[in-house]
């Protein structure tokens, strides 16, 4: 039996929100995309290896998956597709200081589309276009302990700094799943409709006591 989960890209326009989503989707990267205009939804079957009691369950989620629109005309759309939303991919460019800046604007609008309940859902924080800082084309303007601390202060699992455009499709289903495994543990399974208040194994601590996946 799968279980259902929904998962939402946020972020500012231009962070790489519809790269990562049509990657996972196609495995393919594209140079530019045109900004996304409301939601696009895609369906990803995922199967993890899960530790319960000493003993290893495999379990399989069927995600509803949905890109959304940064641009603040599109706001309203995406606010309704905070409801039931079991997993959250909250992306900033670490090039670009702004849209580091407004991941404290993005977390308050959740809490009150979610009427703050963070038992709900799992917030997971991903830096990306790493690969523009690697190639010097672009300087580093957020620093990853600022992300980490950003993560303490909202509550959120830190997802680490990727690049969509250099990582391997076979290795970023791998960080989905670490992300599927990481949200399970932080709601439990839904019934009739409705998450259960049952935590599932513990978070790794890291420094500063932000909650981690590596």
Excluded: P
């Amino acid at each position: 039996m799968s279980i259902n989960y929904k998962f939402i890209l946020i972020g500012n326009s231009g962070v790489g929100k519809t790269s990562i989503f049509r990657k996972l989707s196609t495995g393919e990267f594209h140079e530019k995309n045109i900004s996304t205009i409301g939601i696009e939804k895609k369906s990803l079957d995922v199967s993890i290896e899960i530790d319960k009691d000493g003993k290893t369950e495999k379990k399989t989620f069927n995600i509803s998956f949905f890109d959304t629109a940064g641009q603040e005309k599109f706001r309203a759309v995406t606010l309704s597709y905070y409801k039931e939303t079991d997993g959250i991919l909250l992306l900033y460019d670490i090039t670009d200081r702004k849209s580091f800046d407004n991941v404290s604007i993005w977390v308050n609008s959740i809490k009150e589309a979610i009427e703050g309940n963070e038992s709900k859902y799992a917030i997971i924080l991903i830096g990306n276009k790493l690969d523009l800082v690697e190639e010097e084309k672009k300087e580093r303007q957020v620093t990853e302990e600022e992300a980490k601390e950003a993560c303490e202060t909202y509550k959120m699992i830190w997802g680490g700094e990727r690049s969509t455009k250099t990582i391997k499709f076979e290795e970023l289903n791998e960080l989905f799943a670490e992300y599927v495994k990481e949200v399970y543990k932080k709601v439990g399974i839904k019934v009739t409709g409705k998450q259960t208040s049952k935590k599932i194994g513990n978070y790794k601590k890291k420094k500063k006591g932000c909650l981690g996946i590596f």
